[in-house]
């Protein structure tokens, strides 16, 4: 019957390491019979992020979609350029308006899934309609828990200007300064500023939903849902690694290509979405990469946002470098398809900035990673997966731009990568593990379906 349907609103934000859980979680959502109804922005900063949204809506005719307009922000802010941070807090402030875009869809939802940087305004929203808001989180849990403590955290002067010790969250393992973004330091910052004003949400939600899973950071886990750490949030609940989609299959040469390379032999490297390196860390990649002999696919972004990016790859890697390694390697710049690539039997390590969701589907294939954090949450990602058994991290290598990696620290960590026996039993257990909490019975899929039942009535 249409009471046992329950109707969830997901409204996820910027950039594709927060587009891409929501669109994982509404394909759960709908294979457990629920009804979904998608709220996207009006524009979204990357081109990415639009392709996906048209076509994951033409393969789901089902999902009702919600275009919402978010005013523009002036730009007056002058703590940040990032255009991500700006539509951040661009939607962040105007949330509440989604209300009347939703309160009178039929059937009246059930629940509101929402990202964290619209927590402020969409907690309201519920409570006046009288529904559960969960928060999606799409980073780990000892991420979570630092941008949780930011409130605490941002009010003490005294502790944010003292940069010599560690950050201490009472009941949770202390967070080494260097894992701390930077822009934290900074209460005034864009992208602080707006985390700030809807952490203080948090403990108005139902639950915090989590692409992880239950043995991937168990000690953070279990402080904060057994009550031992950040005492008023509300329960954390593991629901991943979220499954992958059918995406829309590029024209890309790599598929083929990989088809002719041995078992765990390539390399596979790429920032994310949102990355790009200096010219000359680019140069010593490069360099490090051939004298590291091993076969690679290196997806090489230039630019933050999609859209202007043009620079060409000669000019940058050098037409003899392309030449000399044409066998071997291969580098693109256009977007492809992560998921499929990590799931291909040639790659045998994965070399990334530990984005959540490359992280995540790392471990859900048991590729080992090579970390190399560069902005926001990374650095605490490659703390937790290194712990979990699931990659190797430098921690001398520092933020994006902080200092040159040298090419022979670069190939002498490749080839670590690449030969260490250990490591690799390591991430293939992890990888059992994954796929254990997202199989039959697993942990991942009992939590999910719970939630769907509390909102069943
Ligand atoms: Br680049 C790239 N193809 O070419 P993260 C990324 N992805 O499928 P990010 C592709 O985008 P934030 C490409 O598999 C992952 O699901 C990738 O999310 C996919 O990093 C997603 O890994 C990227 O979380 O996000 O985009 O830097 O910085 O917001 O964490």
């Keep these: 019957s249409e009471t046992s349907q329950p109707h969830i609103a997901l409204f996820p934000s910027a950039g594709m390491g927060h587009l891409t859980p929501f669109l994982r979680l509404a394909s759960v959502l709908l294979s457990h019979n629920c009804m979904v109804t998608l709220i996207t922005t009006k524009s979204t900063v990357s081109v990415a992020e639009s392709t996906y949204i048209s076509f994951f809506l033409s393969t789901h005719p089902e999902i009702k979609h919600i275009e919402f307009q978010v005013p523009p922000m002036q730009p007056s802010n002058t703590t940040t350029d990032d255009p991500f941070f700006i539509q951040f807090k661009a939607t962040s402030r105007s949330a509440h308006l989604i209300h009347p875009l939703i309160s009178s869809l039929s059937p009246p939802l059930s629940a509101i899934f929402s990202d964290l940087v619209v ?28 941008m949780a403590y930011l409130p605490i955290l941002t009010s003490d002067a005294a502790r944010l200007s003292d940069r010599s010790t560690e950050i201490e969250i009472p009941g949770l393992a202390p967070l080494p300064i260097s894992s701390i973004p930077p822009p934290f330091f900074n209460p005034d910052h864009l992208f602080t500023a707006t985390l700030v004003s809807n952490a203080i949400a948090l403990p108005d939600c139902k639950g915090i939903l989590m692409n992880t899973f239950d043995c991937f950071e168990p000690e953070t886990l279990s402080a904060i ?31 083929p290509w990989l088809k002719n390379q041995p078992a765990e032999s390539v390399v596979f490297l790429s920032f994310g979405s949102r990355t790009a ?7 010593e990649l490069r360099d490090g990469l051939e004298k590291s002999e091993y076969r690679f696919l290196w997806i090489l972004k230039m630019k933050t946002v999609d859209k202007d990016d043009s620079e060409d790859l000669e000019d940058l890697l050098s037409s003899s470098f392309l030449e000399r390694t044409k066998n071997k390697g291969m580098v693109l710049k256009e977007w492809v398809n992560q998921q499929d690539i990590l799931a291909h039997p040639a790659v045998g390590g994965f070399v ?23 902005h926001g949450d990374q650095r605490a990602n490659a703390e937790v997966l290194e712990k979990a058994g699931l990659g190797i991290w430098d921690r001398t290598w520092g933020w994006c731009g902080q200092r040159l990696v040298k090419t022979d620290e670069i190939q002498k960590r490749i080839s670590e990568l690449m030969t260490d026996a250990k490591l690799k039993s390591r991430a293939k257990k992890v990888g059992e593990e994954a796929r254990k909490a997202t199989g039959n019975g697993g942990s991942s899929i009992k939590t999910i379906m719970e939630v769907i039942e509390s909102l069943k009535q």
């Excluded at 390196?277 to 140069?283: A, G, H, L, Y």
Aim: hydrophobic share 35%; aromatic share 6%; glycine share 6%.
């Design 119 to 146: 927590a402020s305004g969409v907690s309201k929203v519920a409570i006046d309609l009288g529904i559960p808001n969960y928060t999606v989180s799409t980073t780990s849990v000892k991420f979570l828990s630092l």
């Design 277 to 283: 390196m200096s010219k000359d860390q680019i140069k």
């Design 225 to 255: 849902n057994n009550k031992r750490a950040l005492r008023n949030l509300p329960p954390i609940l593991p629901i991943g690694p979220l499954e992958t989609y059918e995406l829309k299959k590029d024209q890309g040469q790599y598929l």
């Design 352 to 374: 990334n900035h530990c984005g959540w969701n490359s992280v995540m589907e790392a471990a859900q294939r048991g590729i080992p990673m090579l970390a190399w954090p560069q």
